[in-house]
């Protein structure tokens, strides 16, 4: 049995994909279990829902969809699912006993009609994570032999640790497969070159300051980071200098930081080489490439890893980046704009954000003003949106009461202008008339 556990042992560590997962437990667990059976669930989206993952069968269960469709569960409401799920060791369940119990599982019935006649499951987590359980099933009495259960204990921790694996590059591969598609969405996106200089609206002395500043920077290639409240209008911003800097026939590709996992960040900077990874099926260009001899935008520079800092850094410093699994780096030319909603200096002395690249991202700072500090402009961005929103709409001459545009004034505008502006769209929306005479202000910030 040793020597047998040990070979096992080194299956189950070649095992790749869902397709091997089942092989090992296939061939190599039925030496020594004569199962007929094997389904797997693990815990849905919703934590609490058990769903099949994997199922196999070789007799006259082999396409029965009921069959399948008997492997969903709830906790709560599974006294066969909740007693695998809280126990240390395999448990052993006989079909004919649990036809005598008045509160067996409606799926019961039909193990018996398909020639089931006893079953084992056991839990599969490992020291991090919940995943499921195994369960295998017989057409014959006495298979789970106090032997064998203790066999199926001893392999559960390493088929727990290899299966958390399997779905974990299954989401990541599912992951890169979208944003491969926005990558490919990006690409067939036409370079815009209008003025956007008309969509940043506001003439008190703050925003007059950001236009000049704007004005001063766009020309140059120097690194500009956008300081801002959420909503203030940084992507705006930085469409303005692009458009009206050299680079702007090339193209302004933007990450979003904050939007990623911690581990398909560097991915999404920096490419990967065909193989590179469980899931790599082919060679991936990163946005620094996608940018090259254009602008990158780099959203929420605040939410990276500092893991990820350190390579930003080595890319700024040396204008050279390096796919995963690449063998030799590769000469970028990029503009860098970076924005946050941070305050960096704080992030800094906290230690959540390198001092180094800190300095190397504040070249050209621009901080923008948060709405409530400039509510003179109220007025007119609220016009200027109205426009906006009642042509799409097929409305005309709408304007804003007086009651209203009151109300406007004296709110709080937690979400600065992107707030203003979802409101004025769906004021127009809900607005019959010319004049939008009611307050659609959601007061529960």
Request: hydrophobic share 40%; proline share 4%.
């Amino acid at each position: 049995m040793v020597e047998f556990l040990l070979s096992l042992s080194n299956d189950i560590a070649l095992i790749r994909d869902k397709d091997d997962f089942l092989r090992v437990l296939r061939e190599r667990l039925r030496e020594v279990i004569h199962f007929n059976d094997i389904v797997i669930n693990i815990f849905g989206d919703d934590g609490k829902s058990l769903v099949p993952y994997l199922y196999y069968s070789e007799g006259r269960r082999k396409n029965h969809p009921a069959f399948q469709r008997s492997g969903h569960s709830k906790l709560g409401g599974d006294h066969i699912f909740e007693a695998v799920m809280a126990a240390e060791q395999p448990l052993v369940f006989n079909v004919r006993k649990l036809l005598q119990s008045k509160s067996h599982p409606p799926y019961i019935p039909l193990f018996r009609e398909t020639g089931i006649v006893e079953f084992s499951g056991i839990r599969l987590r490992t020291a991090t994570q919940e995943i499921g359980c195994l369960f295998l099933f017989s057409e014959q009495t006495h298979t789970f032999p106090e032997p064998v259960l203790l066999l199926i204990k001893g392999i559960a921790h390493q088929l727990s640790i290899v299966l958390a694996n399997i779905l974990n590059n299954d989401r990541i591969a599912t992951q890169l497969k979208e944003i491969e598609g926005y990558r490919q969405q990006l690409e067939h996106q036409p370079v815009q070159k209008e003025n956007t200089f008309a969509d940043l609206v506001g003439n008190s002395r703050e925003m007059r300051q950001v236009f000049h500043l704007i004005s001063q920077v766009a020309p140059a290639d120097s690194t500009v980071l956008i300081l801002g409240e959420t909503g203030t209008g940084k992507e705006l911003v930085t469409k303005a200098i692009h458009n009206h800097s050299p680079r702007r026939d090339k193209s302004l590709v933007k990450v979003n930081c904050a939007a990623l996992p911690a581990n398909l960040i560097e991915s999404e900077l920096f490419g990967h080489e065909k193989g590179a990874f469980t899931g790599a099926t082919e060679r991936r260009i990163g946005k620094f490439e996608m940018a090259h001899n254009g602008t990158l935008f780099l959203d929420e520079v605040g939410e990276l890893p500092l893991e990820l800092q350190v390579k930003l850094l080595r890319v700024l410093q040396e204008k050279e980046i390096e796919r995963i699994g690449g063998k030799s780096p590769i000469r970028i030319d990029v503009r860098i704009i970076a924005a946050t909603n941070r305050d960096l200096k704080k992030e800094v002395e906290a230690g959540r954000f390198r001092k180094d690249l800190y300095y190397r991202l504040d070249v050209f700072p621009i901080v923008l003003p948060p709405l409530r500090e400039r509510k003179e402009e109220i007025p007119e961005l609220a016009d200027y949106f109205i426009q906006r929103y009642a042509q799409k709409a097929g409305k005309s001459n709408m304007r804003l009461a007086d009651e209203v545009k009151k109300e406007m004034m004296a709110w709080h505008w937690p979400g600065n202008v992107r707030e203003l502006e979802h409101l004025i769209e769906r004021s127009v929306l809900m607005t019959r008339g010319s004049v939008i005479e009611q307050s659609f202000i959601r007061k529960s910030h």
